[in-house]
């Protein structure tokens, strides 16, 4: 069977969008076919039924009206779908066949504009990478503002990652041949569809960049990174099937300008989202963010995202805030006007994509009707940042006078309506309103005449758009219509409807005037909007002005709301804190309850901060508002304190709480000793770093000496070095205080009274000498059987000093933990004095008889040999270090006098663990 007509054109323009679900025009409904409707029935919830296309089986269908498409639209982008919008291209009166149809727009994750509840305060970006010659160039643009980015770096996956981690991207392009492995780590850290596509194709002239863009923007960036540029403006056509006018600058960046801060310390710091429920309230945004306008709301979380390490640039935006601050009347009434502006980067993206309506336009001229009273206050300003936005602010008196002078008030939100255009503007659309006008007029005239003519008070004068105007007549007056009079039209079941001469005439210049105006303020309205399209330009960058302006205006009412100090900022590696606190834990407890707690963290003695103490006491909380305090005052915000000098960091990383990656193959402690790893090879001495509990996923001894490794690492290394925060439940690693350069004891407070402990949560100088574990416990509600139990045992633990000795005995390596009754000295020194016999048998026959004393004892004891999971200090690490320098010792080649001073060294040595 031949498949129908229709259905071949399905099929042709199907194939070039095998990746989209294809919404198919027919008349007033969007029909889905084959694959597409049955993903669409399942992710909508649409009936799935069936059409005869000329095939043995019935094509599986479902459908949508056209006119509610937006919401179906909005569902299947946010599931992750593409969605192509093939319309009727072809008048339907003039066409020969079947319709033409074809795409008019693909709809992606990336380059959808409408905008749900809460995305107006989020950029939505689509990115493209590109990797040639060792190097990834990055691309990224948010269409529906106009902002358009790229940059290039060496190809380190790690830096990809981060950068991806700090876009965010909704959709990221890819080549047909990127890698597997880095692909999976990219699905790690972003749920942004991923779109394969053969990037050499794609690849566009420098003519055809600077036709988008100006040659000064073009002609010097790297090769990888005018590629990703170049891949990425090709795509955004494709899909949107016009060239965009408001993407018109492409800005160049280097990521080293800006702090690096990984994925998972995005994540961990919340910054834009808490952990538990991935929502705005419990980050640092929701602290920060009471910005007056949509365009302020995208400038503080792009802030937020991307703090500074340029010094001076730091000190314009702190600087700007103090001034705010102390002009509080000023930022106060500075507000008030901010939050009557409307959204205009977004306005000015509908305008370039050519669906902005009268709606928008008059929002706009609104919006920039409040421009030239925010710069007469601006004037005001002293500060470096405020004088630059005061000069660079353009007040487009011109397009808000264009804007004023042709639309009116409260134009309706359909184009092809009329209401549009203000009296005065055209004379035409002023002569056809008047026909329009006087028209109507006449037929509620004719009304009142007929009714006096023909004594009937319930004839009325009607008009609908089958039948045009009418006279009706109810049945029951039908005896009083004049003979002749009317010429009957319509007959209804309690009523007739007749029309005459006289108003067929009228209803044809009504109509007439009507439909001519219509079109005429059509076109007066999309001339309008293509004058203000060619200012986008000057819209753009007062728009940007006004969301930075925003966004600084925030920050002063915020510091000024919270008690918020200015800080220093330095160059010299210092982050001195007094009184610091954690500005999301203060907002949400109130009260004024918040404990403050000191920090002095420098490149000497203080390099790496040991914090012990128990769990719940503060430790984490501690660590991470030293990082927020460190990163606000990079942003350009005050910060929660009563004084603070940060030294700019370019990095702040975290390992901080447990997770797991059962899909990616790791488990707790992989995870964890990966987020090491990545710290200990990109961190650099102008680096901040939160480490918490390091090697706890393991054993004891395994999980000790990792963090002391990496402790070393931290402070011995020259190339690392880089302020730390190391928060830990090791008590043994408080011994290094002293030993390694840097390394300073810090412990959070505790107070015992009588069984219970109370948290002061105040950070002291000193090692905690508890973990106060089974206190917490209790405090969680584990039964009090299951904590004085624990008790019992951990008294009979600490009671009992345990030591390992590795020894051989046929052939077999054993583990055997001694308690205190056997004196680990005497055993030592027996083992030496057998060791002496020369008869091999003899010595042999004697050491297997000192295990076997050292074994019964064990059993005497009741000590579980085969348990090792328990906490060791360093003590008992120096009596086995002792234990193996003495079975090392080769006896048989010892003269007299070194028997004698080796065995005297090793009397002394274990004297001292007395």
């Keep these: 069977m031949a498949l129908t007509p229709m259905m071949v054109q399905y099929f042709e323009i199907k194939e070039n969008y095998k990746d989209c679900i294809v919404f198919f025009r027919l008349g007033d409904f969007y029909e889905m076919f084959f694959d597409d409707a049955k993903t669409a029935s399942r992710e909508l919830e649409l009936v799935l039924t069936g059409r005869d296309c000329g095939m043995e089986e019935r094509a599986p269908m479902c459908g949508i009206p056209y006119h509610a498409s937006t919401t179906y639209i909005s569902r299947l982008i946010a599931k992750g779908y593409k969605v192509a919008i093939c319309e009727q291209v072809e008048d339907v009166s003039v066409a020969k066949g079947i319709v033409k149809r074809d795409v008019v727009k693909v709809m992606t994750p990336g380059t959808y504009i409408e905008q749900n509840a809460g995305s107006e305060y989020k950029n939505t970006y689509i990115m493209t990478i590109y990797e040639e010659g060792g190097y990834f160039g990055v691309a990224s643009s948010d269409i529906s503002t106009g902002e358009f980015k790229t940059t290039v770096f060496i190809n380190l996956r790690a830096t990809l990652l981060d950068e991806i981690s700090k876009v965010s991207p909704k959709e990221i392009i890819i080549d047909n041949n990127f890698s597997d492995s880095l692909l999976k780590e990219i699905s790690d850290v972003t749920t942004a569809l991923i779109t394969k596509r053969d990037l050499q194709k794609f690849l566009t002239s420098d003519e055809e960049l600077i036709s988008q863009f100006s040659e000064a923007e073009v002609v010097g960036l790297p090769r990888a990174s005018k590629m990703a540029s170049a891949v990425l403006l090709k795509y955004i056509y494709d899909t949107q099937k016009i060239s965009l006018s408001n993407i018109n600058l492409l800005e160049y960046y280097d990521i080293i300008n800006y702090m690096t801060i990984d994925c998972n310390s995005r994540r961990n710091l919340e910054l834009t989202e808490n952990l538990k429920e991935k929502s705005k309230k419990g980050s640092l945004i929701w602290v920060l963010d009471k910005t007056a306008t949509s365009m302020g709301g995208r400038s503080i979380r792009k802030w937020i995202e991307e703090p500074l390490i340029i010094k001076s640039e730091v000190e314009k935006r702190l600087n700007g805030v103090e001034e705010l601050c102390n002009k509080m009347y000023f930022n106060e009434d500075l507000r008030v006007s901010l939050k009557d502006i409307y959204d205009i980067e977004r306005i000015v993206g509908k305008i370039s994509n050519k669906n902005a309506h009268g709606k928008d336009l008059v929002s706009l001229r609104s919006s920039l009707s409040k421009i030239p009273d925010i710069k007469t206050r601006l004037k005001e300003c ?95 007056n039908y005896g009083s219509i004049p003979e002749g009079r009317y010429i009957r039209k319509q007959t209804l079941s309690n009523a007739e409807r007749f029309i005459t001469q006289e108003l067929k005439e009228m209803e044809e210049k009504i109509l007439g005037a009507e439909e001519k105006l219509v079109g005429i303020e059509y076109d ?9 399209e060619e200012e986008i330009g000057r819209l753009k960058q007062s728009a940007r002005i006004l969301g930075n302006l925003d966004a600084l205006s925030t920050l002063a009412l915020v510091a000024v709301e919270n008690d918020y100090i200015k800080p220093e900022v330095n160059e010299n590696g210092i982050i001195d804190i007094v009184d610091g606190r954690h500005p999301v834990v203060e907002k949400v407890i109130g009260n004024g309850e918040f404990v403050s707690n000191d920090t002095i963290l420098n490149s000497e003695d203080n390099q790496l901060l040991l914090i012990t103490g128990p769990n719940m006491a ?36 975290t390992r901080i709480g447990a997770s797991d990656d059962l899909a990616g193959g790791k488990s707790t402690f992989m995870v964890e000793m990966w987020e090491v790893s990545n710290i200990l090879k990109n961190a650099t001495s102008k680096s901040l770093v939160l480490l918490d509990e390091v090697g706890r996923g393991t054993s004891t001894y395994d999980g000790l000496s990792i963090a002391w490794s990496v402790i070393e690492h931290i402070c011995n290394n020259k190339n690392l070095r880089c302020k730390t925060l190391f928060a830990t439940h090791y008590h043994e690693l408080t011994k290094l205080e002293g030993v390694i350069q840097g390394v300073k004891n810090y412990s959070v407070a505790v107070k015992e009274i009588e069984e219970n402990i109370i948290f002061l949560r105040k950070i002291v100088e000193g090692g905690a000498d508890q973990s106060y574990g089974i206190e917490v416990a209790k405090l969680a509600g584990i039964p009090m059987e299951v904590i004085n139990r624990a008790k019992e045992i951990l008294g009979s633990l600490e009671g009992n000093k345990t030591l390992e000795i590795a020894h051989t005995r046929n052939t077999k390596e054993s583990i055997i933990n001694l308690d205190t009754p056997c004196d680990e000295q005497e055993i030592c020194v027996t083992l030496v004095k057998e060791n002496n016999e020369t008869d091999e048998n003899v010595k042999v026959d004697k050491v297997s008889e000192v295990y076997d004393t050292i074994e019964e004892k064990i059993t005497n004891n009741k000590i579980d040999i085969h348990n090792n999971n328990f906490q060791m200090d ?24 070194d028997a004698m001073n080796t065995l005297y060294k090793i009397v002394q040595e274990a004297k001292s663990f007395k």
Aim: aromatic share 8%; charged share 25%.
């Design 618 to 653: 503060g430790k984490s909380t501690y660590m991470r508002q030293v990082a927020l305090i460190t990163l606000m005052a990079q942003i350009g915000s005050f910060v929660p304190a009563k004084k603070a000098n940060i030294s700019l960091c370019d990095k702040i990383f």
């Design 382 to 476: 002293n500060s470096n940042l405020l004088k630059e936005w005061f000069n660079d602010l353009d007040e487009l008196l011109d397009v808000n006078e264009l804007l004023t002078r042709s639309l009116l008030d409260d134009p309706t939100l359909s184009l092809k309506e009329g209401n549009i255009i203000r009296d005065g503007f055209s004379s035409e659309v002023d002569e056809l309103r008047t026909a329009k006008l006087h028209g109507k007029e006449w037929i509620a005239a004719l009304e009142h005449k007929e009714r006096e003519f023909t004594g009937i008070r319930s004839l009325k004068v009607g008009y609908n758009k089958v039948f045009g105007y009418y006279i009706e007549i109810s049945r029951a």
């Design 874 to 897: 360093f003590t008992m690490m120096e009596k086995e270090s002792l234990i193996n320098n003495i079975s090392s010792i080769d006896i048989m080649g010892l003269t007299p006098m």
């Design 524 to 532: 007066l309205f999309i001339g309008i909007r293509e004058q203000v």
